[in-house]
């Protein structure tokens, strides 16, 4: 009697099975990566300010412009001594020598500007100035915070990063609640440690710096001992430390730029400094960030 043939069993192929799971995992690794670290598809990471794929697009001709920040924003020292000057701000300045923000991309600044920074002002206050500034719903807010947070009485006094974060976060928190499609730009923080090395030359410089202007940087200016080194140091880490905070909070909402360290790069010289307390910008370094910022607002 003749056996009947057994089904014939299909032969495994077993580099073949390992290939598809391979190409498995990998597909769900990079779908979590995409997730986490936000990425596009072609895995490079996503620019800050970047509308996602159901957001909208930045506008770079916005109706309108609020300024948030420090004594920076508020032009001080940049028109007489120990005053603020507005109009000289680089934000929303309507001083021809400035060219300010507004000027450059409103066809009529006039009642479509407002100023809310405040002279000393640090990254604590400033979820107060974006509740003001998100009631008049503006096309654009800028923000330009941190030299404050780094300039204190000594390096253990200045801001912790981490409340930093957290401060930070809360300002465009509010600002976004309260005005969901103001397109937000924020500047890097300027630096401090360039500031120093610029400036220490000059006698005058030196003089206004030892009544106590920054004083975590630049007390003892022409200090070389190891402590003035280390402290300075610390101060150039800790305002390193604050821009990458302003870039990675930025990057979590669509309509939000981060400069990418331009204002910080800024190879800025005396000429550009007060001639009253060769700290902040003179109506020449409050064109320079009006043109840092122009160019990042209008950037494709």
Request: net charge positive; with cysteine; aromatic share 6%.
């Amino acid at each position: 009697m003749r056996e009947t043939p057994r089904p014939r069993r299909e032969r495994r192929h077993p580099a073949r099975a390992v290939r598809r799971r391979r190409a498995g995992l990998v597909a769900a690794v990079c779908a979590a990566l995409l997730v986490v670290a936000g990425c596009g598809p072609s895995g490079r990471p996503a620019a800050s300010g970047s509308p996602s794929p159901s957001g909208p697009a930045w506008n770079p001709r916005p109706s309108s412009v609020a300024a948030l920040g420090d004594s920076i924003t508020r032009g001080f020292d940049a028109c007489s001594l120990l005053s603020d000057c507005p109009d000289a701000s680089w934000a929303t300045g309507d001083r021809s020598g400035v060219d300010s923000l507004a000027t450059r991309l409103l066809a009529s600044p006039a009642g479509h500007t407002w100023n809310f920074a405040v002279s000393g002002a640090r990254v604590d206050t400033l979820v107060d100035q974006a509740r003001e500034a998100a009631a008049k719903r503006p096309g654009l807010a800028t923000i330009l915070i941190g030299a404050n947070d780094a300039c204190a009485d000594s390096v253990a006094a200045m801001t912790p990063v981490a409340d930093f974060r957290a401060r930070f976060a809360d300002a465009l928190r509010a600002l976004r609640t309260g005005s969901p499609h103001t397109e937000v730009y924020v500047a890097s923080v300027p630096d401090l440690y360039r500031l120093w090395s610029v400036g220490r030359s000059s006698v005058l410089g030196r003089s206004v710096w030892n009544l106590g202007i920054c004083p975590s940087m630049l007390a003892d200016p022409t200090g070389t001992t190891a402590a003035d080194t280390t402290r300075r140091e610390a101060v150039r880490a800790r305002v390193a430390a604050y821009d990458q905070v302003l870039q990675q909070v930025c990057g979590q909402y669509p309509l939000c730029r981060y400069d990418g360290g331009a204002v910080h790069d800024e190879p800025f010289t005396t000429a550009e400094l007060s001639p009253w307390d060769w700290f902040h910008p003179s109506t020449e370094g409050q064109g320079e960030l009006a043109r840092i910022a122009y160019a990042g607002v209008t950037r494709k």
